[in-house]
Nanobody, 124 residues
């Protein structure tokens, strides 16, 4: 089992920044893919970004490319999502996810473990 706990959400003005953290525990994650998703009210959960726990292959949704950066600190067992130039349309609950599979990483069904989510609200 893998446990994931997100933190760092909050209220920020448009143009501001936030850093989300995802603390992972449980089994060794060295071969896992870590992902960030988000879900706004009335919308489906959508892919934001992913990274291999071993490092590398950081990929982003077009909507956040150039504004968000995913990273991980293996010593702290934590994955981060640095969000900059935030827009009101970034408002959503953000979820961290993990999977040992390396396919389907851009869909929620491709992940086996999920955190509880953290709310990000961007105001005008």
């Amino acid at each position: 089992q893998v446990q994931l706990v997100e933190s760092g959400g909050g209220l920020v003005q448009a143009g501001g920044s936030l850093r989300l953290s995802c603390a992972a525990s449980g089994r060794t994650l060295s071969s896992y893919v870590m992902g960030w998703f988000r879900q706004a009210p009335g919308n489906e959960r959508e892919f934001v970004s992913r990274i291999n726990w071993s490092g590398g292959r950081a990929l982003y949704a077009d909507s956040v490319k150039g504004r968000f950066i995913i990273s991980r600190d293996s010593d702290k067992n934590t994955v981060y999502l640095q969000m900059s130039s935030l827009k009101p349309e970034d408002t959503a609950v953000y979820y961290c996810a993990a999977t040992p599979r390396h396919t389907g990483w851009d869909t929620s069904s491709g992940y086996d473990y999920w955190g509880q989510g953290t709310q990000v609200t961007v105001s005008l």
